[in-house]
Nanobody, 124 residues
Framework: QVQLQQSGGGLVPAGGSLRLSCVVSGRIFRNYAAGWFRQAPGKERELVAVLNRSGSSLHYADSVKGRFIISRDNAKNTLYLQMDSLKPEDTAVYYC?????????????????WGQGTQVTVSS
């Protein structure tokens, strides 16, 4: 059974930082692309950042470029999202996801497995 266990998140003031982690079990993590998505109240789930199986190819949403860093440690089966210079508009539930493909793609339908979600709230 594939499981994605998220940790991190919480409440921070604008300009603060948070780090999200996602441990993947039940599949060979290093074989697949992975990513982070988020969903704010009343909005559709959107891509935050994705990377390919080796971590050599990364894609970021324009809204987070220069502030967020996605990374992975294949030896630990773990995906990370370092979030700096947080803004109130970053407030959302954040989800990690493991793809069906080795290459990073930006479509949610390509991601077969999802974490439980973690709330990130940035106060102004």
């Amino acid at each position: 059974q594939v499981q994605l266990q998220q940790s991190g998140g919480g409440l921070v003031p604008a300009g603060g930082s948070l780090r999200l982690s996602c441990v993947v079990s039940g599949r060979i993590f290093r074989n697949y692309a992975a990513g982070w998505f988020r969903q704010a109240p009343g909005k559709e789930r959107e891509l935050v950042a994705v990377l390919n199986r080796s971590g050599s190819s990364l894609h970021y949403a324009d809204s987070v470029k220069g502030r967020f860093i996605i990374s992975r440690d294949n030896a630990k089966n773990t995906l990370y999202l370092q979030m700096d210079s947080l803004k109130p508009e970053d407030t959302a539930v954040y989800y990690c996801a493991s793809s069906n493909f080795a290459s990073a793609t930006m479509e949610t339908r390509h991601y077969a497995y999802w974490g439980q979600g973690t709330q990130v709230t940035v106060s102004s």
